[in-house]
């Protein structure tokens, strides 16, 4: 996993909140940092990349790793 | 690009039912839009500060219930005393269990990301509601005043 600034474990919510969690985090960063997220919802990875699209923040991975879904989030 | 916008109307006042107006208002304005949701009817109950909303198995066939107990209870049963506390005991643990958020939860998330909340007037007078009950930054409004935000939107729905 590439480095990142901030990390964000949204691991045992359900949707909406990992999403709601993650904006919150990115409010508080500056442009062009990248943030963490950890999460146990198998649906956020279609909503993460939903969530990237229609935010324009970029995201630059997304994997599932010992039955655990990463993103990396790079803030637009 | 110019923001996008939501509006809701939340008419209902069950446990199930608060969910959909906040977990759509609370994602849409995470995604950037511009959120509006009119609360009318049985929907002002979820704005008010101390929150008491229930589910109820009765009149609701499709409601899953514990072991697939649906699939054989008489409905009769499910009207008996004490079903409904049960039921909404049972909710709210399978919930907390599986990570979904509180209405409280939802709620604030909605506020603290400026979606707007508009308490239909007309139904506060009929059912001789306090607006003091309600929680902070309720605005009182017709559907005059709705129509205005509406009018407007991306996407409109009635919940």
């Known amino acids: ?76 | 690009m110019e923001q996008k916008k939501l509006a809701i109307i939340a008419t209902k006042g069950s446990l199930d039912w608060a969910y959909p107006p906040f977990i759509l208002g609370s994602t849409a304005a995470a995604l950037g839009y511009e959120v509006e949701i009119f609360f009318t009817f049985y929907g002002l109950q979820l704005l008010k500060k101390k929150l008491d909303l229930k589910v109820t198995p009765l009149g609701n066939p499709a409601m899953p219930m514990p072991g697939g107990m649906e699939k054989w209870m008489p409905v009769l049963v499910t009207a008996l005393p004490g079903m409904e506390a049960i039921m909404t005991s049972m909710m709210k643990k399978q919930m907390a269990s599986k990570g979904v958020a509180s209405i409280e939860e939802l709620r604030e998330l909605c506020q603290e990301a400026d979606v707007r909340f508009i308490a239909c007037n007309m139904t506060v007078e009929l059912f001789d509601m306090d607006p003091s009950d309600f929680i902070d930054g309720i605005e009182l409004a017709g559907a005059a005043r709705f129509f205005e935000f509406a009018g407007d939107s991306d996407i409109c729905m009635y919940i």
Do not use: W, Y
């Open chain 1, 1 to 76: 996993m590439a480095d990142f600034d901030e990390e964000l474990d949204a691991s045992g919510l359900n949707c909406p909140l990992p999403i709601l969690r993650a904006k919150k985090a990115l409010a508080g960063m500056d442009s062009g940092k990248v943030l963490h997220i950890i999460a146990t919802d198998p649906g956020s990875v279609k909503d993460f990349e939903a969530f990237s699209k229609q935010t324009g923040n970029e995201l630059i991975e997304s994997k599932e790793e010992g039955g655990k879904f990463h993103f990396l989030i790079r803030k637009a």
